[in-house]
């Protein structure tokens, strides 16, 4: 199952039960309206000074935060990368 975009759960579980407004939320965490909208609406993943935003306004960590947006992008980069095709590096043995 594909790991959720962290915008979706940012808007699921934070600012719909907390009944924040876009503009509420973004002057709160310092960063423009478009720039929370476009994250909300999964066109813009989570920076890592993002992350520390939201850690500090919603009393979680940056990891978390990091580590959702982590899954996602490895998620969704795996069907366009031809591994099979790389091959593994190898020291040669030092006598």
């Not at 975009?5 to 808007?11: E, F, M």
């Not at 720039?35 to 993943?45: D, H």
């Not at 959702?68 to 490895?74: A, P, Y």
Request: with cysteine.
């Amino acid at each position: 199952m594909p790991p959720s975009h962290p915008g979706k759960i940012l808007k699921d579980m934070y600012m719909e039960p907390l009944n924040l407004t876009i503009g509420e939320a973004s002057a709160n965490l310092g960063v423009t309206r478009k720039t929370l909208s476009m994250l909300l609406n999964e066109r813009q993943g989570i920076s890592a000074e993002m992350a520390l935003r939201l850690s500090k306004a919603l009393g979680t960590t940056p990891e978390l935060w990091m580590n959702m947006q982590s899954d996602f992008d490895l998620w969704n980069a795996a069907p366009r990368v031809a591994l099979a095709k790389i091959k593994c590096f190898r020291r040669e043995k030092v006598e």
